[in-house]
């Protein structure tokens, strides 16, 4: 059969539950804290290559108006298509319904890797309107607007030189053009870093911050209810030291009514022992447990020898 639980005994997953939810929720707000960092980690890469292919786009461009070369276009597209890829994610999460594939794609093409994906179009979705980040998007989308002249600017060279209707006029005002975005997105580009990189170190302080409140919260819950299950354990311990006594009052008070009154008893002067028997000494009665017993007092008393 099994034992039953004795009133006021507490069950093991009642004393440990409290522990066991701090640490799940400890566990569980720490990863959160590294899936954004993960997430903002995965902008400043991803606007590392951005401000990297804009240069190289600019770079490509100007070289392709001095040498009118096809394989110097191909490498215009190629890095062009960095800071386009993010100009797609921009639009794509921008919408009222966002188009997530649509994201998923543009980040790829950003260069951003794979795993980061998921990261960063839920950090876009969610805290899109937080103030450092909502500040580096608008600097994003004035870069953006930069490099849209930049790249309609390289078709319109494309289809002149591919129709062979150049002159140095037209090579002259290409360039300028360039110069002009160039001057233009360059502050946009260094603005658009320095906002991202003090969002993220916004973020990484009030995670820092979350994370230590959370943790003096839990310990002063833990301490409490350590308190309150020491404060339980201590009242059943008293409760069951005086049950206790109340099942040894009974026998105390029986044997103080038959023992006789100290004043009745003779000095022990006055009594006698019996003598030894010559055969050998007597055998000597079982001791009682209880020290005033009434019997084992009536037993010494019919042996006594009173003067």
């Known amino acids: 059969m099994k034992q039953k639980r004795t009133l006021g005994t507490p069950r093991l997953l009642g004393i440990v539950w409290p522990f066991i939810a701090v640490v799940l929720f400890q ?15 995965g902008y400043v890469a991803g606007e590392s290559l951005w401000s990297k292919g804009q240069k ?3 770079y490509y461009l100007t070289l392709y108006a001095d040498n009118r070369d096809a394989a ?8 062009f298509a960095v800071p386009q890829g993010g100009h797609e994610l921009r639009i794509a999460l921008d919408q009222p319904v966002p188009d997530v594939e649509a994201a998923r794609q543009g980040i790829l093409k950003g260069g951003n890797h794979p795993d980061d994906v998921s990261s960063l179009i839920w950090l876009y979705l969610n805290f899109r309107h937080f103030s450092y980040l909502e500040k580096a998007i608008e600097l994003w989308t004035v870069g953006d607007g930069y490099l849209l002249q930049l790249d309609d600017l390289a078709r319109s060279m494309h289809g002149a030189i591919s129709s062979g209707q150049v002159s140095e006029d037209d090579v002259r005002r290409w360039k300028a053009h360039i110069f002009a975005i160039n001057d233009g997105v360059t502050p946009a580009a260094m603005a658009f870093s320095d ?16 994370n230590l409140a959370t943790a003096l919260v839990l310990i002063a819950l833990a301490l409490l209810r350590t308190h309150k299950l020491l404060t339980q354990r201590h009242a059943f311990a008293d409760a069951l030291q005086l049950e206790r006594s109340a099942r040894r009052s009974p026998w ?7 023992s006789p009154p100290m004043s009745m008893a003779r000095s022990p002067t006055s009594i006698r022992l ?12 079982r001791a009682c447990r209880w020290r005033r017993c009434s019997s084992c007092w009536m037993k010494i008393r019919s042996q006594m020898v009173l003067p």
Do not use: F, N
């Open 195 to 210: 906002a991202l990189g003090e969002g993220s170190r916004m973020i990484l302080r009030l995670l820092l911050i979350t």
């Open 27 to 41: 566990a569980l707000l720490g990863c959160l804290s590294l899936y954004v960092l993960s997430a903002v980690r």
């Open 252 to 258: 105390s008070r029986s044997a103080t009514a038959s």
């Open 56 to 58: 190289d786009a600019i």
């Open 72 to 79: 110097t276009y191909l490498k215009y597209q190629q890095a």
């Open 274 to 285: 019996p003598k030894r028997s010559p055969t050998g000494p007597r055998p000597r009665p």
